[in-house]
């Protein structure tokens, strides 16, 4: 089992930008790859992006490309997403998700979940 934290989250401005971080527990976040969703206000769960165990970011969803970037460090055990340019349509509440099965987009295919930080856009 591995236990998951995300922290990082706030209000910010349109442009502005925001680093979340997801700190691991328990077990050793290397062990695991990790995804990042968010699930905005009357919206389902929706993928953000995915990064292997090794630090290979696999992929963004279309609405983040170019502004999101994953990262991990692995000894600090922490995963890291990076939000540039931030939109109102970016406010959600943001998960970050372990598995032990590579580039998964989807959220049930993720065992193990953070309790969710809240990202908010507005002026």
């Known amino acids: 089992q591995v236990q998951l934290v995300e922290s990082g989250g706030g209000l910010v401005q349109p442009g502005g930008s925001l680093r979340l971080r997801c700190a691991a527990s328990r077990r050793a976040i290397s062990a695991f790859h990790i995804g990042w969703f968010r699930q905005g206000p009357g919206k389902e769960r929706e993928y953000v992006g995915t990064?292997?165990?090794?630090?290979?970011?696999?992929g963004y969803a279309d609405s983040v490309k170019g502004r999101f970037t994953i990262s991990r460090d692995n000894p600090k055990n922490t995963v890291d997403l990076q939000m540039n340019n931030l939109k109102p349509e970016d406010t959600a509440l943001y998960y970050c998700?372990?598995?032990?099965?590579?580039?998964?987009?989807?959220?049930?295919?993720?065992?193990?979940w953070g309790q969710g930080t809240q990202v908010t856009v507005s002026s």
């Open positions: 990064i292997s165990r090794t630090g290979v970011t696999l």
């Open positions: 998700a372990a598995s032990t099965t590579i580039g998964m987009t989807a959220p049930s295919e993720y065992r193990y």
